[in-house]
């Protein structure tokens, strides 16, 4: 009896074993493609101390790129990049990591963050809006947004906005976006962007990753001819610290756990598109277009609706006060 469970259970992982590698050997193909060298590049990294940005801020180091990691826990962000310099050893050394507090449920702390940025930093080649927070129960931003609203897309959006200048006077420069397909289940509601007449988690997170995908299109038609160009992408599904707030009761954990091992991505596999859309001549000129797996992909048609896009962003001027 023992001896057939165990056998089973060999056998079981090793098929588990072949199907990860089958699968994760697409994420790994991708990757000669996106190995461009950005020496004497600026990035910024949103969201750099966990999960795909740490992926995405070690993998721009060891291309040589000056990564600025920005990170609204000062003690985190200096842990990860404690920890990317030991991970690369000698590949570091061509590129530079900097760390700066940036908090995306907080308005004034964005402001205070661009606002050294573009002090010290003559120049900024990529932007990657990375950061996210996941089906957190009902919360509120500094200044009162519901939280998976704000951080994802009204903080990256007064980010983004800020940066703008120094991102065209450095053009050619580039905008990576990372959503999510989860935005599929999302739906742009007007009349209540704040959940404050009713809040769904799973709804609220769909929502800021459509908003995500509209706010794309919307800067890249309103940048076309400035030689800065904006994509988005999905990752797929990578194991990360992003499900903090998603309860799987203790009796599911192990299989939770064999499941994610052997089926999720891992951060570096997950971090590809965005690697490939921040470096790569192939994306050069490209622009407003949605990624997987560092090829184009369609949208639904609620995420190309540019009346929504267009609405979206004149509510989230004026939410954020970049117009009163
Ligand atoms: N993992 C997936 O399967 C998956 C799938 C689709 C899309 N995505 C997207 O991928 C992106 C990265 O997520 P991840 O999976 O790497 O998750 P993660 O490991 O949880 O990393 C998320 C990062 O965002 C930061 N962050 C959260 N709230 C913030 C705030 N208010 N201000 C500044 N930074 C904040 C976190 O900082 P702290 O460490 O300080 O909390 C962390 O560095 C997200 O946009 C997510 O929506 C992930
Ligand atoms: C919450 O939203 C999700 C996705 O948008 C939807 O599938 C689900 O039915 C909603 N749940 C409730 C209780 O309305």
């Not at 969201?47 to 000056?66: H, V, W």
């Not at 709804?203 to 995908?213: D, E, H, M, P, T």
């Not at 194991?239 to 954990?253: D, F, S």
């Amino acid at each position: 009896m023992a001896a057939a469970a165990l056998l089973a259970a060999a056998l079981g992982g090793g098929l588990l074993l072949i199907a990860r590698r089958y699968l994760s050997g697409a994420g790994r193909a991708s990757r000669s493609a996106a190995a461009a060298l950005m020496r004497g590049k600026t990035v910024i990294v949103t969201g750099a101390n966990s999960g795909l940005g740490r992926a995405t801020a070690a993998e721009l180091l060891r291309l040589q790129a000056r990564v600025i990691l920005g990170c609204r826990d000062r003690g985190r962000a200096e842990q990860a990049a404690r920890e990317i310099r030991a991970e690369l050893g000698a590949q570091a050394e061509g590129g530079e990591l900097v760390i700066r507090e940036l908090d995306l449920a907080s308005l004034r702390s964005v402001r205070s963050f661009c606002q050294r940025v573009l002090q010290e930093e003559p120049k900024l080649d990529v932007l990657i809006n990375n950061a996210g927070i996941f089906q957190c129960p009902y919360m509120k931003t500094e200044d009162g947004f519901e939280m998976q609203f704000g951080v994802n897309h009204l903080g990256h959006f007064l980010l983004t906005n800020l940066l703008l200048g120094l991102l065209k006077s450095s053009a050619p420069s580039r905008i990576v976006v990372v959503s999510s397909k989860l935005y599929k289940y999302g739906e742009i509601n007007f009349e209540d962007l704040n959940s404050e007449i009713s809040y769904n988690k799973s709804f609220g997170y769909s929502r800021s990753k459509l908003a995500n995908i509209l706010f794309t299109r919307e800067l890249a038609r309103r940048l076309e001819g400035t030689g800065v160009t904006v994509n988005v992408l999905h990752p797929g599904i990578v194991r990360t610290n992003l499900g903090r707030y998603v309860n799987i009761p203790l009796l599911a954990k192990p299989l939770f756990n064999l499941v994610s091992w052997a089926f999720f991505k891992t951060p570096l596999e997950g971090a590809q598109t965005s690697i490939y859309l921040a470096s790569s001549a192939e994306v050069e000129g490209v622009s407003g277009k949605y990624f997987g797996d560092c090829k184009e992909e369609e949208l639904l048609p609620k995420a190309m609706d540019d009346l929504v896009a267009r609405k979206l962003w004149d509510i989230s001027e004026v939410m954020v006060g970049l117009l009163k």
